[in-house]
């Protein structure tokens, strides 16, 4: 499982990268704050919802401490699709959040 840090994530944003985000958290886990720009997907309709998504584009997962994140980067890797676990989740990330 590829894997980036909180850190790396908000020094992406710092030099105007784009990086496609899925959070996993549930609805009002992301209504005290997400990352700008991030989806709102809740791990549990993940497999209800992944059609969604474009396998050419490769995704970072998030979610509260890396766990659900963690599980989520396995079931999207398990149906073909480029993601990456942010670990330490919302907990570690001191970037911005809207």
């Known amino acids: 499982m590829k894997e980036m840090t909180a850190k790396e994530v908000e020094m992406n944003f710092t030099e105007g990268k784009t990086l496609n985000i899925i959070d996993v958290r549930e609805v009002d886990e992301v209504a005290a704050g997400k990352i700008p720009g991030a989806v ?4 549990g309709l993940l497999e209800f919802r992944m059609n969604e998504l474009d396998k050419s584009k490769e995704y970072v997962m998030v979610c509260r401490s890396g ?7 396995q079931i999207l890797e398990s149906h073909g699709y480029s993601v990456i676990n942010m670990t330490g989740g919302m907990l570690s990330y001191e970037g ?3």
Do not use: D, H, M
């Open 96 to 98: 911005q959040v809207q």
């Open 40 to 43: 709102n997907i809740p791990l």
């Open 67 to 73: 766990g659900r994140s963690g599980r989520a980067t």
